[in-house]
Structure formats: structure tokens, C-alpha cells
């Protein structure tokens, strides 16, 4: 990230200022979430519903540059790609039957939210959110809701510094990446895409990937009171990036914006697995 997305806080970043070139990609005023070294909340967000029937098979993406790397998507007791739309803010609980937990709103930072369902029982959902800590999941009852699917799955392999794009498991596309540095790594774990946002500059490409991932190392960017991760385009460094990606963000992932282009038609919702 120059990369990741805050919130209004008090917090500083944990380092006292960033490198000259975030610094020349100044935060954006008045903006309620902001990418690591960008604001990108109240910018308009070009959200896509994750039915596949909207998006249907008009994906622009390439054909697998390779096939040596086998993913294997973690075990889940729920329908793999099964996306719910919230239609108002939603009661939740800890478990089926469980305490009530806080409710589940239909929208985040401005965007209508579409969450992956991750298990499912006797008629309840267990669903990710997008909010701190990392990984936070709840259960809501499967009523008043509109399901979709996303044959779509990105995986983000950070030994290899590429990002892995299937399609009904089949792999359509497997770029170079910038990934987050040692000192400030890109985290780990199973995320989804939250929301797509216009990109600020053209040196984020030609959008913005809004995920529920945050950045462990940083809590704050800029008094933002966040740090959400977000692919987005290389800001410049496309040398760095190259063939082989590189660790130069501070936790984002950012691509040749030919290839960020071929994501376009990923929807809202679909997962995103971060990988070491």
C-alpha cells in the first residue's frame, strides 16, 4: 500500500511519516476511508452485484500466462461462492442459537455491502465482514436477504509475489505483484472484495479494489483511524514490478494496470485468499 485505506482517528501510522513517494501521493481530504496513503471513502463506488447472471460470461480475462502453481481453496462447510446482499441493517449472533451479537449493517463506508457465506445451518448463514480484527465473521438468519454467486476467486500468493485470478476453479490469470514489505507485510487469511472505488490518480490505474483485508502492522494511516488494504494499479512502479512481482507496498497489492484491468469483472463479494 502507500496502500491502505483509513478512517478518521487519532492514531498515528507507526512509522512517523511515509516514504517521499507516498508523501507525493498525498491523502485526499474528507474522506472517510482511505487506502493505505489514499483516501477513497466518499469517492464514488462502482459496486457490481455478484450474480453471476448480471455479470454473466463477458469476463475480459486472459487466458493462464501458467498452470505450475496449483491453489487449493480452503476446506469451507458452506457453498463456495454463495454472496449475500444485506437489505437493511441485519440482527446477528455469536452462533445458531447463540447470544445476539451486533447487528450487521447493509452497507460500509458509503457501499452496499455483498458478504461471502461461509457455512450454513438449519437456515442460518455464517458470513464474513469486513471490519477489524481481521477474520471476524458472524451468523445471521437466511431471511429477507438476496443470494448471489461469483464463479470468481482471487488468490494472492505472496512467496511468489504474483496474484491468481480462477474462474470456476479454472485459472484465467496469474500476474506479478507488488506485495507489502517485510516491515509492513500484506496479511494473511480469507478476505473478499468490498466495494470497487474510482481511482483517485492515474497512477492507481484505472480503479480501485476495495478488500476486507487491514493491515496488521498498521493501525492508522495518516490520523485516518484504519488501514485497509486494496489492489489498485502500480503508482509508477511498474519496473519493480516487472515479471516477477516485488515487496515494495506498505501491504496492498499493486498490478500492471493491463492486468488490474482483467479484474473488472470480478464482483462484489467474490473471496480473496492471501497466502504466504
Do not use: Q
Not at 511519516?17 to 491523502?27: G, H
Not at 474528507?30 to 493505505?36: F, P
Not at 431471511?143 to 476467486?153: E, G, I, Q, T
Not at 466495494?195 to 479494489?209: E, K, L, M, N
Amino acid at each position: 500500500m502507500p496502500d491502505v485505506m483509513p478512517r478518521h482517528g487519532r492514531h498515528r501510522h507507526k512509522h512517523s511519516r511515509p516514504s517521499r513517494s507516498t508523501r507525493s501521493r498525498s491523502l485526499l481530504a474528507g474522506l472517510t476511508v482511505v487506502i493505505i496513503g489514499v483516501g477513497l471513502g466518499s469517492v464514488a463506488s462502482n459496486h457490481r452485484a455478484p450474480a453471476e447472471s448480471v455479470r454473466g460470461s463477458g469476463s475480459s480475462a486472459a487466458e493462464p500466462k501458467s498452470t505450475s502453481f496449483v491453489y487449493r481453496a480452503p476446506v469451507l462447510t458452506g457453498p463456495v461462492g454463495l454472496v449475500v446482499a444485506l437489505v437493511a441493517t441485519t440482527p446477528a449472533f455469536a452462533w445458531p442459537g447463540g447470544p445476539a451479537a451486533p447487528s450487521v449493517a447493509a452497507t460500509w463506508h458509503g457501499s452496499p455491502l455483498f458478504l461471502p457465506v461461509i457455512a450454513t445451518l438449519a437456515g442460518d448463514l455464517e458470513i464474513r465482514l469486513p471490519t477489524r480484527p481481521n477474520g471476524s465473521t458472524t451468523w445471521i438468519r437466511a431471511s429477507n436477504l438476496r443470494l448471489y454467486h461469483s464463479p470468481y476467486r482471487i488468490v494472492i500468493d505472496l512467496a511468489s509475489r504474483h496474484l491468481l485470478l480462477y474462474r470456476n476453479d479454472k485459472l484465467v490469470l496469474d500476474a506479478p505483484a507488488g506485495v507489502g514489505t517485510t516491515t509492513d507485510p500484506t496479511p494473511t487469511g480469507h478476505f473478499f472484495v468490498a466495494s470497487f472505488a474510482t481511482a483517485p490518480t492515474p497512477a492507481y490505474g484505472p480503479f480501485v479494489i476495495v478488500t476486507s483485508a487491514h493491515s496488521d502492522a498498521i493501525t492508522d494511516w495518516e490520523e485516518s483511524g484504519d488501514a485497509v488494504v486494496a489492489i489498485h494499479g502500480p503508482l509508477g512502479e511498474d519496473a519493480e514490478i516487472g515479471t516477477t512481482g516485488a515487496r515494495i507496498s506498505h501491504g496492498c497489492i499493486r498490478l500492471h494496470d493491463n492486468d488490474l484491468e482483467l479484474l473488472r469483472a470480478v464482483p462484489d463479494g467474490s473471496p480473496i485468499d492471501v497466502i504466504g
